[in-house]
């Protein structure tokens, strides 16, 4: 069965960088589209950036020009470069990869 293990969030201070990454366990990586969502305190859980297995990319409106999705289909892993962040970016980030989800990675902007 398919797993999907995220790491990289954290603390940090409005401006500043993250790099989550998920890795992929037990299944055909390479041939999904693999997508980052996140869920911020009392809201819906929102699509932040998505990925086809060749490449083409889509964003959300809120984060386009500062999230970069990429992936590493030899690693089975894919990444979510986050620059400069916000307060309103602070979320619980989940990678999702054909009906399976991660636990997810908590991400705090604060200062």
């Known amino acids: 069965q398919a797993q999907l293990v995220e790491a990289g969030g954290g603390l940090v201070q409005p401006g500043g960088s993250l790099r989550p990454s998920c890795a992929a366990f037990?299944?055909?990586?390479?041939?999904?589209?693999m997508a980052w969502y996140r869920q911020a305190p009392g809201k819906q859980r929102e699509l932040v950036a998505t990925?086809?297995?060749?490449?083409?990319?889509n964003y959300a409106d809120s984060v386009k020009g500062r999230f970069t999705i990429s992936r590493d289909n030899a690693k089975s892993t894919v990444f979510l470069q986050l620059n400069r962040l916000k307060p309103e970016d602070t979320a619980v980030y989940y990678c999702?990869?054909?009906?399976?989800w991660g636990q997810g990675t908590q991400v705090t902007v604060s200062s």
């Open positions: 037990g299944s055909i990586f390479s041939i999904y589209t």
């Open positions: 999702y990869c054909h009906n399976t």
């Open positions: 990925m086809t297995s060749s490449g083409f990319t």
